[in-house]
């Protein structure tokens, strides 16, 4: 039952990536013809260096979860890291959202320190710094945008998410006020699991201690966000038959690109992410051909980084260790492992 149930929900989220893309294409069908003129402008020297700048991104965000990682005296070779995040490009592509393969990461990782409890948790620790740095960035912009009445209601959804990152760094690494809200009290007392939820919790509140590193990896994170951005900026650059699009309006923009592509609603994404970039773009009078021309070349970025990581997943062992982690689904955390 547990198994057909979890059936269901693939095929539902595959049907809503299909239905997602379809609803687009059909709203388009007018304009496919411009889409498709807008990709085959494509001038790929520009583009091969934003896979160049992207290639750097993950060797930099590879390192930020190192420091991370050495917070805790788990040691990883660097080469593995960066590895994996390659495999995790690979499986965001048909995992649930755009960071579904954080899991296969954690994984892979893990099978390394036997830690899997810590490793899961840091990885996700890893991916709320980096959120959160996009969030900065976004508020950064608006200052930059205030002048679009437009962008009102987007702004308004920045504030939201940055104060919520916020709260959450504060109930992670100051245990007495967590400890004072009635929820917290419930998972740490009442639930059966709540043995793994308090390690959880240990772990993350542990970094509290590691303060050089949390600014490090902050430091990083938003080096990393910032190319990220410049990397679609020069996708959509890429493209001669596209106007320049203001460097500011994809700082402004992809960070809530970037964080509702990762809703696990979709199978990598795929719909969501450029439904995103019509949607965002449109805010301020893009044409939805230019938008959606910019979404497909991005995502087109993230298949070439996937393709490594598939070169990678082909290597000896390494398909036979990334199917038993699809099969186990990141389950049965070893709860006896020594937090450091």
């Excluded at 710094?129 to 912009?141: D, E, K, R, Y």
């Excluded at 992809?254 to 809703?263: D, E, R, T």
């Excluded at 959606?292 to 990581?309: C, E, K, P, R, T």
């Amino acid at each position: 039952m547990k198994k057909l149930n979890k059936n269901i929900k693939l095929v539902t989220r595959i049907l809503f990536s299909i239905f997602i893309i379809g609803f687009i294409l059909y709203g388009m069908r007018g304009d496919l013809s411009k889409v498709k003129v807008n990709v085959l402008s494509t001038r790929w020297q520009y583009f091969s260096l934003a896979v160049f700048l992207y290639i750097i991104v993950s060797i930099l965000g590879s390192y930020r979860l190192h420091v991370l990682l050495m917070a805790h005296n788990i040691k990883v070779r660097f080469t593995n890291i960066v590895k994996n995040i390659y495999l995790g490009y690979l499986f965001n592509l048909f995992l649930l959202g755009s960071t579904g393969g954080d899991a296969i990461r954690s994984y892979y990782i893990a099978r390394e320190t036997h830690k899997k409890t810590e490793i899961i948790t840091l990885v996700f620790f890893d991916r709320i710094i980096g959120l959160t740095t996009m969030m900065c960035i976004a508020l950064v912009s608006l200052m930059f945008n205030l002048d679009n009445p437009q962008l009102r209601s987007l702004a308004i959804t920045v504030i939201i998410l940055f104060v919520g990152a916020v709260l959450f760094f504060v109930l992670i690494l100051n245990k007495n006020i967590a400890m004072k809200i009635p929820a917290a009290k419930y998972l740490a007392q009442k639930l059966f699991f709540k043995n793994t939820i308090t390690k959880i919790y240990e772990t993350m509140n542990f970094m509290k201690n590691h303060k050089r590193k949390i600014a490090v990896a902050f430091f990083l994170a938003l080096v990393v966000q910032s190319i990220a951005i410049f990397t679609t900026y020069l996708v959509a650059f890429s493209m001669a038959n596209i106007s320049c699009v203001p460097l500011r309006h994809f700082f402004l923009l992809m960070p809530v690109v970037y964080i509702g592509s990762a809703l696990p609603v979709s199978i990598g994404g795929w719909g969501v992410y450029e439904m995103g970039f019509v949607f965002c773009f449109g805010l301020i009078g893009y044409a939805e051909e230019v938008s959606l021309s910019i979404g497909l070349m991005s995502h087109f970025l993230l298949v070439l980084l996937g393709a490594i990581g598939a070169v990678i997943y082909i290597m000896p062992g390494t398909r036979h260790i990334a199917a038993q982690a699809i099969a186990e689904g990141i389950e049965g955390i070893d709860e006896k492992d020594d937090l450091d």
